[in-house]
C-alpha cells in the first residue's frame, strides 16, 4: 500500500523551516541538499547555489520533505490545506501549537472542542498552515 507523505515549497528559506520543524516537533532529518551541492550546480545558477534542492525530516516515520523554487521561479503562498498533527496529551499539543505560532497566525486558539480535548489552527512564520490536537477523544475519560 502506498504512504502518502507531504511535500512543501518555500521561496529561498527552506532550510531555516526544516530545522524549527525538526527542533519544534522532533524527529531526523535524513537529508539535505542545496542545489550548489548537487550534481548540477549550474542548473540554478550562482544565486541559487544555497537554495534547498530536496531536504527530508522523518517524524516517527512519516516523512516531512522540502524544497526551494529556483529563483526567478516563486511559489505562490500554500493554500486550501493544513499539516495536522495530533499528540496523546493536551500539553504536549499545546506547547508544539505555541511554538509553531512564534511569529506567525493564530486562527483558531488552541481549546476544547466537541472531538477532542484540545485542538487549535495557525499559520506558521513560514506560511504553512497547521491544525494541532491533544488528549482524549471527546467523551473518553482521561487517562
Not at 526567478?72 to 493554500?79: C, D, E, K
Request: with cysteine; charged share 15%.
Amino acid at each position: 500500500m502506498p504512504m502518502l507523505d507531504s511535500y512543501l515549497f518555500f521561496n529561498g528559506n527552506c532550510a531555516e523551516a526544516m530545522r524549527f520543524y525538526q527542533k519544534t516537533i522532533g524527529g531526523q532529518m535524513v537529508s539535505m541538499m542545496s542545489y550548489g551541492e548537487s550534481p548540477d550546480p549550474e542548473q540554478c545558477g550562482a544565486e541559487g547555489k544555497d537554495r534547498i534542492m530536496h531536504s527530508h525530516l522523518l517524524i516517527d516515520g512519516r516523512n516531512l520533505m522540502a524544497s526551494d523554487a529556483p529563483p526567478g521561479q516563486p511559489m505562490p503562498a500554500p493554500g486550501g490545506f493544513a499539516l495536522s498533527l495530533n499528540y496523546p496529551s493536551a500539553s504536549e499539543a499545546g506547547k508544539v501549537f505555541d511554538a509553531l505560532a512564534q511569529g506567525g497566525k493564530v486562527t483558531m486558539p488552541m481549546g476544547k472542542t466537541f472531538w477532542i480535548e484540545s485542538f487549535g489552527m495557525l499559520t506558521d512564520r513560514f506560511g504553512v498552515a497547521w491544525m494541532v490536537g491533544g488528549g482524549q477523544p471527546a467523551g473518553q475519560p482521561s487517562k
